[in-house]
């Protein structure tokens, strides 16, 4: 037997009940059975954004609610700002380019955060900037930004801020309302322990006034459109029913175990994982580390590819490498969404064998033993 | 006892076979073992759309297909001719609209077809046209529209004719590449016998060369970009995995019935409701009426709203009613996907039943008697 287990920064693991859920009937979305189901759906959203602004779902991927969020705020030649420091940070450039946007992209060192120096000095120089673009969790490599921090310095402007959380949220602190972020862009297939096919973005009144002024280009992704549809408790286009009904059972289980536990939960398997690593001789690449999915450089003469491969194919488990300028240089694990601290010890000893299979000189052991001093110490508090 | 059976025009029942599959373990979309079922799904389509050409498929509604490929063939001020007779025909327009194409308009009297004529006319006056849109079954009016003339017409001018399939694509015979057709789009929750949640395109030879030359406005929608991963077996962005596995088994199922097959067991059942409802006196709206939904008048005196909520509330059958100025005029029945001769004959007698609870006069028996021969004849075919 050789159990799956995905250590992957989405898609990730989903939980039997909301499998089931999945297979559910089809109910038809404009017919009023569709209704509550609906409605539950909106509210929950709102429980795991920590958000009373509307949330609306899009049938996309994550990139598409970027999409979303870009061309309902803005239009071709209107100015913006984006902070880059990964593939995922330099999505916003890359869409606000191809709507003709006038972004100005700001690039931080891949590993660091951008700071809310550089933010407050950025808008100081373009006062005229109509949109923050910045990355809450920077997938690529591992790096977690300042938002609330940064959350106050635009809301001292004009400006709307706008965050990538598609990979954090639910996983990392991000308090929507408290720190007045005014856009939040999320995918189903993190720590929302759902299937790939959603994205969702929040819309504070600052960001909902700006779009209901825009003269934007867009159409399926039109944010006005859907806010507007949610108003009325439904969606402009057809809704994916099956993923809406398997969202209300997924956020059942957040409910119970409730977002500051499972905040807390992901801390923990995160600095496990950590503390495991660095035992073996793996070190840390981020200078700002999330919870959300841990990088880590790979030792001298340890070949990543090979580590990722006999994860997989011998021991069931899927992590994933660096990307872009980062391949073949670290590895990437995340315990994110249905992940427990007793599955990352699973996982440790795991690497520990990956990393023995390629003649790396290390203490058999000692990368379990380092995760489990770090989860006694973690679950005692 | 009330069991639930969708007689709509998408979404549609899912066999629980599929419903299965969707509730499979999450597989990650770049992993290996992913790669064999991603090219099992791009033959599956390939089979479904009577194609060779690459078929994308699109994390959407079929309206998020239907602007994959507005803005991947056509840039702003650039011109295209559309033809609209319902609300899914002028969806093309407004999309066109929404992204600054020069579209020309032509409207069709709702419950009739364009004709190849009209095409050919426009066409001639507008040689500059690069582009084509054309509904194949409008769901709004149940018309069927010509696609293989409107090709033959189309494929002599430099225009790519774009057909929304969305509801038709597995339930009418549309032969992609016999006929000619450059790009067929549809969605998952129809023929397809899948919940909503994607949209499918193929794209042909000439479009593909529009497609890499255009100059156009898009990002998550490139069928520039999504053309390119399929020719590496992935997607741009993070693909719906567990829907992917979920197609797969639906194409088994339509692979063991047989397209051929399926196309005329849609006819047996639409035949079958238009004769019960016309022995009920109701009567066909369309002109050109399709085999993927049966849009019937009501007889004077008989509320349409009525009919729908007796039929869902009291017999869990959902029908649709009509849409903007057909609203409360007509009702839509369709027999679309994963329904079968018999559920038809069930289907009747509950319309019966329903209208007879409106004091309607008309024999007892008489819709499902209609129904029962217009099934026996066609059956010993």
């Not at 990352?344 to 795991?350: N, P, R, S, T």
């Amino acid at each position: 037997m050789l159990k799956h287990t995905l250590f992957t920064p989405g898609p990730t693991n989903v939980p039997p009940e909301v499998l089931q859920a999945l297979g559910s009937p089809i109910v038809h979305h404009r017919a009023p059975d569709f209704e509550p189901i609906f409605q539950q759906a909106r509210e929950g959203l709102q429980y795991v954004f920590r958000t009373q602004n509307p949330v609306v779902p899009l049938t996309s991927s994550g990139s598409g609610g970027m999409e979303a969020a870009v061309t309902s705020l803005l239009a071709c030649g209107e100015k913006a700002l984006s902070f880059e420091g990964g593939k995922f940070g330099e999505r916003w450039g890359d869409i606000c380019k191809a709507y003709g946007i006038n972004v100005i992209t700001h690039s931080v060192e891949w590993g660091t955060a951008a700071t809310p120096e550089m933010v407050e000095k950025a808008l100081k120089e373009n006062p005229d900037a109509k949109a923050v673009f910045c990355t809450h969790c920077e997938t690529s490599t591992g790096v977690l930004t300042d938002v609330e921090a940064i959350a106050k310095i635009v809301a001292k402007t004009d400006a709307v801020l706008v965050i990538d959380a598609v990979s954090s949220l639910g996983a990392e602190p991000l308090e929507t309302d408290e720190w007045g972020v005014d856009v939040v862009v999320t995918g189903s297939q993190k720590a929302l322990m759902l299937p790939p096919g959603m994205a969702f973005v929040s819309v504070s009144p600052k960001a909902e006034k700006m779009i209901n002024q825009a003269k934007s280009t867009c159409f399926y992704f039109s944010l006005k459109a859907a806010l507007k549809a949610l108003a009325k408790n439904t969606t402009p286009w057809t809704g994916p029913v099956s993923m809406i009904v398997a969202l209300n059972a997924a956020v059942d289980l957040l409910k119970k175990e409730g977002i500051e536990n499972i905040w807390a939960r992901h801390q923990r398997c995160a600095e496990a994982i950590r503390k495991g690593s660095e035992a073996l001789g793996l070190s840390l690449f981020s200078k700002s580390p999330s919870n959300v999915v841990v990088a880590l450089t790979v030792p001298a003469g340890v070949d990543a590819g090979k580590i990722t491969k006999t994860m997989r194919d011998a021991f069931g488990m899927t992590i994933t490498g660096g990307q872009e300028q980062l391949k073949g240089k670290i590895i990437r694990i995340a315990a994110l969404g249905f992940v427990e601290e007793f599955d990352v010890l699973a996982l440790i000893g795991a690497l520990e064998l990956s990393l023995i299979r390629q003649d790396h000189k290390c203490e058999l052991g000692a990368g379990v033993a380092a995760a489990l001093k770090s989860l006694n110490t973690s679950l005692s508090k």
